[in-house]
């Protein structure tokens, strides 16, 4: 009988218990506030954002927090380097280059034998071209630019002069040091043939670049020895690489 009454003592109590408290829902224990577009720590303003390096307000809407510190300078959005496609390429080698381009073999035109490895689409498997200038491009473009500028110079030494492409306003013997005047006339021919830029006459500091490179081509190939034609071609042909692997050309 006093076994019944203590169960029942017990069964009491725990009827009168509080109650455990309902589970919380899962919510953060931060409050989250949304800043908009912010960007990285240390990143200059771009756009109307402030930058990455202060603790104060965005220049125009940067948000409140670390990462939107501007100085209320706004700079135009910037856009990321890109390369000219490889149809862009294997079409305008061949009008600078008069006619020439680059060749893996007799037959076999480089853009072409090369255009699965430099990503350009199939439609099965990739189907956008990837024109991020990468470490692989740049190595098929020199590979490109030698091949088909020695192809150019080589053939321009067998044309009149008012038909060849690298040579065009100097004789095939022409140096620096016998006639100057007609180098810098033929390096602003080629910088607007490659580049379209239109160097002036009275611009010397444009072309100086470019003819240190014929310059030391020709003493380099020549040595000790007067230059001669084939000096000269190495020169020329230097000058049509460095024109055809400049940014000016291939990157926009």
Known sequence: MRTLVFVSVLALAAC????PPEMQPNVPSLDVTDEGSVLPMDHPPVGGLGGGSGGGAGSTGGG???????????????AGT????????????????GGNTWMTSSTAQGF??????LGEPDYINEVEENLEPSALFMKFMGDA???GCTRTANADAALAANARVLMRFVSLTDTVTTNRAGVDENLRY???????????PADTTSIAGLRTVF??????????????????????????VALLTAPEYHLY
């Open 64 to 78: 409140t927090g670390s990462s939107g510190g501007g100085t209320g300078v706004t700079f135009p959005e910037s």
């Open 145 to 147: 630019a030698r091949d």
């Open 190 to 200: 080629l910088k607007l043939r490659f580049h379209g830029v239109k160097v002036q």
């Open 215 to 240: 310059d030391s081509a020709v003493r380099g190939a020549a040595g000790t020895n007067t230059p001669t034609a084939a000096h000269v071609k190495e020169g020329w042909r230097a000058v049509c």
């Open 82 to 97: 890109q390369r000219l496609s490889i149809r862009q390429l294997a079409q305008s080698m061949p009008v600078v280059l």
């Open 16 to 19: 009168t218990e509080e109650a």
């Open 112 to 117: 072409n034998a090369r255009s699965a490895t």
